[in-house]
């Protein structure tokens, strides 16, 4: 397994492994970068296939939270760890404590958080060890209703403001009413984000692979049940991506009729050249590390004390990145993703601390 020569290697500051047989743990932690702040993301357990498949996507992650952080104006830098293991099997309490020695062993240098596979109430187990594990206290939300640390209605509203500003780039109109959109995904972001667009006049089309979100979805918010095959291709203004990444490839982006891509899903393009392709076709893509923003915002807040009506603000002000974005890439002839990058790149090359 190279490390310094991997492709996804990108002068990551940290890598740590960590192994504790009693447990069963085998986990990697990445810092990639700390010039704004502690690194803070998410923890994921999933079932690797192999070691290079875990650090594959941990480098990615981490680095990817870098750019998240930076582009929100946070004062956090980028990092990410991996348990190796399937969470429905091989989760037990003793193995997240041990991972909460090993996150404490690192003395702050990066702070985890809920991610794909692992709970509040898993976070809560790693907290039992250290101080720097996130997203775990009882606190008002942004939205004013009582929070159990759980980012996603955050996430949810800052994807909403996000199409309200791609809506009204694109088409030039400042309200969504009976605009049509079609969400992929109904699970805790999705099912939130079609509440609003639905509270705002919007026309929803969804589809999920589980039957029962579907029938809520349909029976609650009024929205037409799609196909796992159209879901993406239908006749809408706007498609939202809620579910899993690279869903932004060369046959999906050919067969595209909405002219905006606006969802939570993390890593929508396949490859970055898939920026280029959306660009090209006309599509004006929100990129999802700016537009699903506002779970971090919302974890972030909850270290510096709770302020509902700042952590509001602040997820808002993803209209206004989004906005800039828009601007530079119509200005300079470039897709979204790729001005996206330079202006986080602005933000953390050039802070020191
Ligand atoms: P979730 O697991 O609650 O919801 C995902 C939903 O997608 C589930 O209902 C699942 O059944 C459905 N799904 C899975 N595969 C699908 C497919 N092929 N087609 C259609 N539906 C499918 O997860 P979530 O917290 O809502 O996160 C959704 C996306 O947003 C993920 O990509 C996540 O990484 C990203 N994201 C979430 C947050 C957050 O705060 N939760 C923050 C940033 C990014």
């Known amino acids: 397994m190279t490390v310094f020569t991997h492709p996804e290697f990108d002068h990551h500051e940290h890598l740590t492994f960590c192994c504790d047989p009693e447990t069963g743990l085998r986990a990697i932690i990445a810092v990639h970068n700390t010039s704004r702040g502690p690194a803070l993301g998410g923890c994921r357990m999933y079932p690797y296939a192999s070691d290079e498949e875990a650090l594959t996507d941990v480098l990615r992650l ?3 939270m870098t750019y998240k952080s ?6 956090l830098g980028g990092g990410k760890s991996v348990i190796i293991g399937d969470p429905r099997k091989h989760k037990t309490e003793a193995l997240l ?8 062993q690192l003395s702050g240098l990066y702070i985890a958080a809920e991610d794909s596979g692992t709970s509040v109430a898993d976070l809560r187990v790693m907290g039992r060890k250290t101080s720097n594990v996130a997203g775990i206290s009882e606190r008002p939300g942004f939205d004013g209703r009582p929070s159990n640390g759980d980012p996603s209605p955050a996430t949810a509203w800052g994807t909403f403001v996000g199409i309200n500003a791609a809506v009204k780039h694109k088409l030039g109109r400042s309200d969504l009413e009976g605009l049509n959109v079609a969400v992929q995904g109904i699970g805790n972001v999705g099912y939130r984000l079609a509440r609003h667009l639905k509270e705002a006049g919007a ?9 029962d979100q579907m029938d ?7 929205a037409t049940p799609a196909t796992a095959d159209e879901i993406l291709y239908l006749p809408v203004d706007v498609v939202a991506p809620c579910a899993m990444g690279a869903v932004l490839n060369d046959h999906s982006i050919r ?8 969802g939570a899903a993390n890593n929508q393009l396949a490859t970055a050249a898939h920026d280029q392709a959306l660009f090209e076709r006309g599509v004006l893509y929100a990129p999802d590390f700016v537009i699903n923003a506002g779970g971090i915002i919302d974890v972030c807040y909850e270290r510096k004390g709770p302020d509902p009506q ?8 993803i209209a206004n990145t989004l906005e800039e974005i828009f601007q530079r890439s119509d200005r300079d002839g470039l ?19």
């Not at 809520?216 to 009024?222: F, I, K, P, Y």
């Not at 700042?310 to 002000?317: G, N, Q």
């Open 62 to 64: 981490s680095r990817g």
């Open 255 to 262: 067969k595209l009729q909405a002219t905006i891509v606006a």
């Open 310 to 317: 700042a952590v509001r603000k602040h997820v808002d002000s």
């Open 203 to 211: 026309k929803l089309w969804v589809y999920d692979v589980h039957q």
């Open 70 to 75: 930076a582009l929100a104006n946070l004062d």
């Open 335 to 353: 897709p979204t993703g790729q001005i996206a990058d330079q202006l986080a790149e602005e933000r953390f090359r050039h802070k020191s601390r």
């Open 216 to 222: 809520r979805a349909v029976a609650e918010l009024g």
């Open 97 to 104: 404590e041990s991972m909460g020695r090993f996150l404490e």
